[in-house]
């Protein structure tokens, strides 16, 4: 098959680019530089980020202060749920709005990326715009100087934004505009990311598989556009469709995960290693109505009463009830399609009709959260597939924001049918699928290597301990979870969370490390070292 074909070239490349990697310890000065970025949230006040110094506050109330910034709960205007985010009591051009940062135990870091997310209970026109970020190294008080300017975009979504690697101890955001208000400025979180070391082995061994990701991602949009000119020059050939439609089938198993030609199964599965690892609560503390029906691959039946009763909460309030799902051995996932199926034996006023789904790669409890997409659901007897923009996830927490079909009352709240329970049958949550013309999946795939590897890079620092033995043993980690991930076998032994010591990396399957022949510059170089050593005789006159 064609697809097949790309998988074994992209499968190539990806080992050469690891074997160099592996083997090189320089780079080519022509070559692009690839920053790797780390998963955790240093700012995060679940990872020790803590607020210094904040230049002002709405009303001097502690609803609207700093620490809104760094607590993981994004404000969401249609549900009113989350923290109200910062809000500062002034905007002055002048004197500008500062808030300072600092990190666990004081620590410095290496900062390469900062994400912004402008959503808090300010209006619009209040929202941060433009954003300087400024760092120091001796003392909250600086001194400081700017790194970055950052402008945001006037839209509520989490913005990222990626700058040349800078240590600091503090980092100060110095607010210098917003969207046309002269009330106040206003922000909703604050995350910020370890820029990776590539002086590391195994950093260098990160950047280079970035650096093959990125150009498999170019590729693949190249080849988009010119897919998209010929089906413009030719309109009546026959092209292929990726869309899916809506299933119809009652949930009755699942697949074990990475049991299919061409994709995994669905990794929220109870018997694929799936878990609920929280939830807010259960319907008359009945086990009957336990979280664990969202995932045991087994609907309710509205026609014969039987199967798994489903999910049901004690009470509902709009975003107050939610269920946390993990994934096998606390593996960090690439997540890019939920299926909600709502059939459970609680009358249909509780029916779960919109969830806000978020994830995060930090703790099942406190986050830090971001919200990825806002699932719509119908009360009907079938599965409902919502494909999202892949999104790393540790856990995935659905949180219910509304349930039955709206109330109908002019005095009492849409979201809210039933103030009883909100009720959902099952959950299924997947990795990119593959399809025929379309590099996405197998990107996406890579993209769980590197996540992956970074996961290993911070568990396992003995990989960095030595400088020869750990390139090897990086790149053939790459190598081994590589042809796991493509071959559908995706549950490659890493470190689990509580290993109070790395495993070894020898425990991984060491190939024979090919052998590379010196170059002649290298032969004449060593040749001529030879020859300088030889004793100095003085010439007679």
């Given at each position: 098959m064609k697809f097949d074909r790309t998988i074994s070239r992209s499968l190539a490349a990806v080992a050469l680019t690891v074997g160099l990697a592996g083997s090189a310890q320089a780079q080519d000065k022509t070559e692009t530089r690839v920053f790797p970025i780390d998963l955790t949230n240093i700012a995060a006040a679940a990872n020790g980020g803590r607020i210094l110094a904040s230049s002002s506050q709405l009303n001097n109330d502690a609803a609207y202060g700093a620490s809104n910034l760094i607590d993981g709960q994004v404000y969401n205007p249609t549900t009113k749920a989350g923290s109200a985010g910062w809000i500062s009591s002034k905007f002055d051009p002048v004197n500008m709005d500062t808030i300072t940062f600092g990190f666990k135990n004081n620590e410095l870091h290496r900062i390469g990326k900062f994400v912004l997310t402008p959503s808090s209970l300010a209006p619009p026109e209040r929202w941060a715009k433009d954003v300087e970020v400024q760092v120091a190294n001796e003392s909250a008080e600086g001194p400081y100087i700017a790194v970055a300017q950052l402008?945001?975009?006037?839209?509520?979504?989490?913005?990222?934004?990626?700058?040349?690697?800078?240590?600091?101890?503090?980092?100060?955001?110095?607010?210098?505009?917003?969207?046309?208000?002269?009330?106040?400025?206003?922000?909703?979180?604050?995350?910020?990311?370890?820029?990776?070391?590539?002086?590391?082995?195994?950093?260098?061994?990160?950047?280079?598989?970035?650096?093959?990701?990125?150009?498999?991602?170019?590729?693949?949009?190249?080849?988009?556009?010119?897919?998209?000119?010929?089906?413009?020059?030719?309109?009546?050939?026959?092209?292929?469709?990726?869309?899916?439609?809506?299933?119809?089938?009652?949930a009755q198993g699942d697949k074990p995960a990475g049991?299919?030609?061409?994709?995994?199964?669905?990794?929220?599965?109870?018997?694929?290693?799936?878990?609920?690892?929280?939830?807010?609560?259960?319907?008359?503390?009945?086990?009957?109505?336990?979280?664990?029906?969202?995932?045991?691959?087994?609907?309710?039946?509205?026609?014969?009463?039987?199967?798994?009763?489903?999910?049901?909460?004690?009470?509902?309030?709009?975003?107050?009830?939610?269920?946390?799902?993990?994934?096998?051995?606390?593996?960090?996932?690439?997540?890019?399609?939920?299926?909600?199926?709502?059939?459970?034996?609680?009358?249909?006023?509780?029916?779960?009709?919109?969830?806000?789904?978020?994830?995060?790669?930090?703790?099942?409890?406190?986050?830090?959260?971001?919200?990825?997409?806002?699932?719509?659901?119908?009360?009907?007897?079938?599965?409902?597939?919502?494909?999202?923009?892949?999104?790393?996830?540790?856990?995935?927490?659905?949180?219910?924001?509304?349930?039955?079909?709206?109330?109908?009352?002019?005095?009492?709240?849409?979201?809210?049918?039933?103030?009883?329970?909100?009720?959902?049958?099952?959950?299924?949550?997947?990795?990119?699928?593959?399809?025929?013309?379309?590099?996405?999946?197998?990107?996406?795939?890579?993209?769980?290597?590197?996540?992956?590897?970074?996961?290993?890079?911070?568990?396992?620092?003995?990989?960095?301990?030595?400088?020869?033995?750990?390139?090897?043993?990086?790149?053939?980690?790459?190598?081994?979870v590589a042809e796991a991930r493509v071959a559908g076998r995706p549950n490659v032994s890493l470190p689990a969370e509580n290993d109070s010591a790395a495993r070894p990396v020898a425990a991984v399957p060491v190939m024979e490390p090919v052998a590379i022949k010196a170059p002649v510059v290298a032969r004449k170089a060593k040749a001529a070292t030879r020859k300088s050593k030889k004793p100095v005789v003085a010439r007679k006159r």
């Open positions: 402008t945001l975009k006037r839209s509520p979504e989490p913005q990222e934004f990626l700058i040349l690697p800078t240590q600091a101890r503090f980092v100060r955001l110095m607010f210098r505009s917003n969207w046309g208000s002269d009330r106040a400025v206003a922000l909703g979180e604050v995350e910020m990311y370890d820029s990776i070391d590539t002086s590391e082995p195994i950093g260098q061994v990160i950047a280079r598989f970035e650096g093959a990701i990125k150009d498999l991602e170019n590729y693949n949009v190249s080849q988009r556009e010119m897919d998209n000119v010929s089906r413009v020059t030719a309109p009546n050939a026959p092209r292929s469709s990726n869309i899916r439609p809506v299933s119809t089938r009652l049991g299919t030609s061409g994709g995994g199964g669905n990794i929220a599965a109870a018997r694929n290693g799936g878990s609920i690892v929280d939830v807010s609560s259960t319907f008359a503390k009945d086990p009957a109505y336990s979280a664990n029906n969202l995932i045991d691959g087994a609907n309710f039946s509205l026609v014969d009463g039987k199967g798994s009763r489903g999910w049901a909460s004690e009470g509902f309030a709009p975003g107050r009830q939610w269920v946390t799902i993990g994934f096998r051995d606390d593996r960090t996932r690439l997540v890019s399609k939920i299926v909600i199926n709502p059939v459970s034996d609680q009358s249909t006023l509780r029916w779960g009709s919109r969830i806000d789904v978020q994830v995060t790669t930090g703790s099942p409890k406190d986050g830090p959260w971001r919200s990825v997409e806002t699932l719509n659901i119908r009360s009907e007897a079938a599965n409902q597939d919502f494909e999202i923009k892949p999104a790393e996830a540790k856990y995935v927490r659905f949180l219910f924001t509304a349930n039955g079909p709206g109330n109908p009352s002019p005095l009492g709240d849409p979201n809210i049918s039933s103030d009883r329970a909100v009720a959902l049958g099952e959950i299924e949550v997947y990795e990119p699928l593959a399809a025929d013309n379309d590099l996405t999946p197998l990107i996406g795939r890579f993209r769980q290597i590197l996540i992956d590897l970074k996961t290993l890079r911070s568990k396992s620092p003995s990989l960095n301990n030595a400088a020869d033995s750990a390139p090897r043993n990086a790149s053939v980690l790459v190598r081994t």
